[in-house]
């Protein structure tokens, strides 16, 4: 069996290595096995180039078509498919122990929107001074969090204190 191709991309014209290869014409028509040389004549006679479509096929499979027009076709193919891929990104939200609930509707909004996005959402819940002494107050604020946040997502990192701030992320289901 043949190695695959070592540079990027298919061999072409006279880097194809086999002595006998399998080749479909510039319609798309099996022509059959034939010896690599004259499959390059053939391709030359129509002015086109010879493309190994297939190089580890028993015998490889070579193609006549024009290789300016197919690595463009390539190079079309792959930005497509950059431009559908969606960048996830970590927004976050910042809550006190002692949030009013008002401010706690609000900052759920924001929460439901982000993930609607795909987005994943660093909770963040800051004490200062005297707070530290009652943390399960926190940690009271962020289960209330996840419980509301658990139909649209997961806990991605279960709440764990940082210093003087409890932090949790909660990723898209």
């Known amino acids: 069996m043949a190695a695959p191709p070592t540079r990027d991309g298919p061999r072409v014209n006279e880097e194809i290595r086999s002595a006998q290869v399998r080749l479909i014409d510039e319609d798309g028509e099996m022509q059959g096995v034939m010896s690599a ?7 030359f006679a129509v002015g086109l180039d010879l493309l190994e479509i297939s190089p580890n096929a028993d ?18 193919k792959k930005n497509e498919a950059r431009k559908k891929q969606k960048v996830i990104e970590i927004k976050e939200v910042k809550v006190r122990p002692n949030i ?3 401010d706690y509707q609000v900052k759920m909004r924001a929460m439901k929107s982000f993930i609607e996005e795909g ?19 926190g940690a009271k604020v962020l289960e209330r969090i996840r419980q509301e946040m658990d139909p649209l ?10 210093n003087r701030q409890m932090i949790m992320v909660l990723s898209p289901r």
């Open 100 to 102: 009013d609930e008002n």
């Open 119 to 137: 987005d994943k959402v660093k909770v963040t819940l800051r004490f200062r001074g005297r707070e530290m002494a009652h943390q399960e107050i």
């Open 37 to 43: 040389r004259e499959a390059m004549n053939r391709a």
């Open 59 to 76: 015998p490889p499979v070579v193609k006549i078509l024009d290789f300016g027009k197919f690595k463009y076709e390539q190079q079309k």
């Open 153 to 162: 997502t997961k806990v991605e990192q279960f709440p764990r204190m940082e």
